[in-house]
């Protein structure tokens, strides 16, 4: 038998710890996890009644398409059909959770919206390690979905009812890391994350607006007018603060029904897309207020984009009934800002959910989305 050479007894000692770091990339896999998807449906807690919520998470199971309807009922008819009439993803529905310890991220949408309204960035979350809960927001009195109790703090209950769902679950609550929890709101779901963080709303701030600023036609003319009423109606708010949520991201946020005072109430991180041709919440007096007044705002202006640019989008048929959600201004591309965009909101909460986690400086900046990536 040869004698090892010089050096060589001491490098085969060393082999277990080698060949542990060589395989510990492939036992951990890292993502993207295939997407998982079902519907659970939750209790209002100011009016009791029942509204769906769609849970996206990571998964190892195949994904098929799956064809949803906005009221998250699958679609029955041939694939043709339902691809001109429903949602689709490609997802594997009621499949089992990966193994891992996952964040949880509520997307909260606009007035009139839809559970689905987010589901490209739900799915992009999903496939990089977050299990993500969108309710679709009942509405109020009259069909009234941009004031009213039920809009000012059924809102912002509905959300932390989300998350209370979330961590009590049997098959996510032992896979869910509670340190971890985001929102994310587009417009009126902006109102709402934006509440949930710390902001308390008030009904006369948002009358105030629309008396201090008769130029915000669009906004004031939409939902002034039901504000004011609402203000008889439902008087103080209450802390609607969820102290579980340690990030937020906006999407055109109405920040409109706070103060200044309260919007500095807001110590979470919070990531704010603005779209420069919205003429409904505009930059201004939005946008601008809150990457002023929150002390951890990130603030980008997407140049050309508009109001609704930041909904996914429409199956075909659809297109003529969503009206102007489903438009963008001339010559903006969409779907090729949502997968910039996708991208940068899943590296957002990546980097604020994380204790090491820092903000930037408070700015509004314009830029091409295609800059972002």
């Not at 009590?168 to 340190?179: Q, V």
Request: aromatic share 6%.
């Amino acid at each position: 038998m040869h004698p090892w050479p010089r050096g060589m007894k001491s490098l085969v000692g060393l082999m277990p710890l080698i060949l542990s770091l060589c395989i510990a990339p492939m036992v951990h896999a890292a993502p993207p996890w295939n997407v998982g998807y079902r519907k659970i449906e939750l209790q209002d807690a100011l009016s009791g009644d029942l509204f769906p919520v769609a849970l996206w998470y990571p998964t190892s199971a195949v994904p098929a398409s799956l064809f949803m309807t906005g009221s998250l009922s699958p679609c029955r008819l041939p694939a043709i059909l339902c691809r001109w009439i429903a949602f689709e993803m490609s997802v594997t529905q009621n499949a089992p959770l990966a193994a891992g310890t996952f964040g949880v991220i509520v997307v909260s949408h606009g007035a009139g919206g839809l559970a689905l309204n987010h589901r490209d960035l739900a799915m992009a979350l999903a496939s990089q390690g977050y299990v993500v809960a969108a309710p679709t927001h009942p509405r109020g009195k009259g069909n009234d979905d941009v004031s009213g109790d039920a809009v000012w703090v059924g809102r912002p209950k509905q959300v932390s009812r989300a998350i209370d769902t979330v961590l009590e679950d049997g098959a996510l609550r032992p896979h869910i890391d509670r340190e971890r929890i985001g929102v994310v709101g587009h417009s009126n779901g902006g109102y709402t994350a934006l509440a949930v963080a710390g902001a308390t709303p008030s009904a006369s701030a948002a009358a105030a607006h629309c008396r201090e600023h008769p130029d915000d036609v669009r906004f004031c003319s939409q939902g002034g007018a039901a504000t004011r009423e609402a203000r008889h109606e439902i008087g103080h708010v209450p802390d609607l603060r969820d102290p579980r949520v340690r990030s937020i991201a906006l999407m055109a946020p109405n920040a409109a029904p706070f103060t200044d005072h309260a919007l500095a109430k807001v110590t979470v991180p919070v990531l704010l897309y603005a779209a420069e041709n919205d003429d409904l919440t505009r930059v201004r007096y939005h946008a601008e207020r809150v990457a002023r007044v929150v002390p951890q705002t990130e603030c980008v202006v997407i140049k050309g984009a508009g109001h609704f640019s930041f909904v996914a989008g429409f199956p075909t048929a659809l297109k003529i009934v969503a009206g102007d959600a489903a438009r963008d201004p001339n010559g903006f591309d969409r779907d090729a800002f949502h997968d910039v965009m996708n991208r940068k909101i899943v590296g957002y909460f990546n980097r604020t959910l994380r204790p090491a986690g820092a903000a930037r400086p408070a700015s509004c900046r314009l830029r091409e989305f295609r800059e972002l990536s």
